[in-house]
């Protein structure tokens, strides 16, 4: 497992200004067209969330307030583990394993996403999802 100190993608961005924080995405430059856009709040500290993989939906976690940890691991098992914080903006690929924990009480996550909800193409059984790589 790995421990990663994200890097802003060069379409993300936060500010700083004398009155508080300016959180920019902008939407040309990411690698996926939204379709959907959630977010998680008020999630208990010792919650785990999320705990699935997508077969073919990307998404763009953005921490908008507050404090999490995503832990994204590779059908090959190989996992990262990312402190969010305000502003910390990820790019979810398909078919990575996502568990979301650690959240600070003030943790608001936001997520867009390139597909509208669709159950089917969620993998929520990790031994179904670690048997595609075989």
Aim: with cysteine; hydrophobic share 45%; proline share 4%.
């Amino acid at each position: 497992m790995t421990e990663s100190q994200s890097a802003m993608p060069s379409w993300a961005r936060v500010v700083t200004e004398s009155d508080g924080l300016l959180g920019v995405t902008e939407f040309a430059g990411l690698p996926f067209v939204p379709q959907r856009f959630f977010w998680l709040s008020a999630i208990q500290g010792d919650a785990i969330r999320a705990d699935h993989a997508h077969r073919t939906c990307h998404q763009l976690l953005v921490c908008l307030a507050g404090s999490l940890t995503a832990t994204i691991t590779t059908i090959d098992k190989d996992a990262v583990v990312h402190t969010l914080s305000v502003g910390t903006t990820i790019h979810l690929a398909p078919l990575n394993w996502l568990e979301l924990s650690a959240f600070s009480k003030d943790a608001v996550l936001g997520v867009l996403a390139s597909e509208p909800y669709d159950q089917r193409e969620y993998i929520t059984e990790r031994s179904e999802f670690f048997g595609l790589g075989s």
